[in-house]
């Protein structure tokens, strides 16, 4: 039982190599008195005919040089690398005034906080001589608890 969908036999195609025949050389044809016109006659029989293009003469080889010439190049750059130099001294410096703020500004903050820390111990409410605020004493508050609830 065949399906109409699928085909029953399988056909296998493979490349045939194509043969090419040697190529002639070809042979120019040119008239015996010089024209402007030439005409080539190709393997096949057909004839091409153009003008004649005489070949552009070679220049003679010139002394190249630079057009720069090497020391104003090494003048250059040695000017580009002073120059980095500077600008790299001028973020050094500016580096170095910035550190030295910041260096000022913790030296401050610790004498102000150490400094509150003395006045604290000096003056703070610790003192010997500070008489105010309530005191309790313990078992004087248990006397007059037992005196007054007794």
Not at 77 to 105: D, M
Request: hydrophobic share 45%.
């Amino acid at each position: 039982m065949t399906h109409p969908e699928r085909p029953t036999a399988v056909e296998l195609h493979y490349p045939q190599p194509i043969t090419v025949p040697p190529a002639a050389p070809l042979v120019p044809v040119q008239p015996s008195p010089p024209t402007a016109v030439q005409s080539i006659v190709l393997p096949d029989g057909r004839i091409v005919t153009g003008y004649a293009l005489t070949p552009a003469p070679v220049p003679a080889p010139v002394d190249t040089r630079p057009a720069v010439s090497r020391t104003a190049v090494n003048i250059a750059l040695g000017g580009i690398g002073v120059g980095a130099v500077c600008g790299g001294l001028v973020l050094l410096t500016s580096f170095i005034a910035a550190l030295t703020a910041f260096i000022t500004q913790l030296i401050i903050l610790a004498a102000v906080v150490f400094g509150g820390w003395i006045a604290v111990q000096l003056f703070g409410a610790t003192s010997r001589h500070h008489h105010g605020g309530t005191t309790v004493n313990i078992r004087k508050a248990v006397i007059k608890r037992s005196h007054f609830h007794g």
